[in-house]
């Protein structure tokens, strides 16, 4: 229960980072806005970690794949496309596309067991539950 309290609680925040990206971005532009919400991002999580320090270590860091520290990078990107994509098309319309996109790349990472985690087979039911997902999205736009 406390996983999917999170996820609801990072889906939400996803959406309200979208909006005030796309905002900000009127004023300033959407890479300077991806720079301030990278920026403002990492104020607030080193803030988090020196008082929480939650058994986590900074030298644990070499011990990372280099790949792997690069995954803050996919958020100046992350931040980029969904302000455009707002921008374009909107937020409802916005966001359930980026949510697609998760589900799919997620799809392939389970299906083929990419960065390390374990192979989860794909049946029927994960294959149409991803079609109606698509489907409600595109009656949406209508």
């Not at 320090?53 to 280099?66: E, I, M, Q, S, W």
């Amino acid at each position: 229960m406390k996983g999917i309290l999170f996820a609801f609680l990072g889906g939400a925040c996803i959406t309200l980072q979208g909006v005030a990206n796309a905002r900000i971005s009127e004023s300033i532009g959407t890479w300077q806005a991806a720079t301030l919400t990278q920026l403002t991002g990492f104020i607030m999580a080193f803030a988090i970690y020196l008082f929480v320090k939650d058994g986590g270590d900074l030298r644990g860091f070499t011990k990372v794949k280099p790949l792997y520290l690069a995954g803050g990078a996919f958020g100046s990107v992350i931040i980029f496309g969904e302000v455009t994509a707002i921008h374009t098309v909107g937020v409802t319309f916005a966001i359930a596309a980026l949510l697609i996109a998760q589900l799919c790349v997620t799809f392939l990472i389970d299906t083929f067991g990419w960065f390390g985690t374990v192979k989860n087979k794909m049946g029927a039911p994960q294959f149409i539950g991803l079609a109606m997902m698509i489907g409600g999205v595109l009656l949406m736009k209508l």
